[in-house]
Nanobody, 119 residues
Framework: QEQLVESGGGLVQPGGSLRLSCAAS????????MSWYRQAPGKERELVAT????????NYADSVKGRFTISRDNAKNTVTLQMNSLNSEDTAVYYC????????????WGRGTQVTVSS
């Protein structure tokens, strides 16, 4: 069964850092573009960062450029999101997403992990 499981969320003070991880199983991870999305209370889900299936291309939302870094390990079937200089606007549930790099209608979602930035 296809599965994405996020971990690493929690409470952090403004200016702090967190590292989110997503473990994939049940599908061929290396042919999926992987992304992190987030959804804050009362807001729509938004794309945060994407890394191509081969790991040779990344894209970021303007709001996180220079602060967040997405990476992947195709040998370990994991994708991570390093988040630095966090602020209150980063508070959200963060979701891991995998989308087949050719058949984009095939995608999987994790259940999300809460990130709260507060003093």
């Amino acid at each position: 069964q296809e599965q994405l499981v996020e971990s690493g969320g929690g409470l952090v003070q403004p200016g702090g850092s967190l590292r989110l991880s997503c473990a994939a199983s049940g599908f061929v991870f290396s042919v999926y573009d992987m992304s992190w999305y987030r959804q804050a209370p009362g807001k729509e889900r938004e794309l945060v960062a994407t890394i191509a299936y081969a790991g040779n291309s990344t894209n970021y939302a303007d709001s996180v450029k220079g602060r967040f870094t997405i990476s992947r390990d195709n040998a370990k079937n994991t994708v991570t999101l390093q988040m630095n200089s966090l602020n209150s606007e980063d508070t959200a549930v963060y979701y891991c997403n995998g989308r087949h790099f050719v058949r984009s209608n095939i995608e999987y979602w994790g259940r999300g992990t809460q990130v709260t930035v507060s003093s």
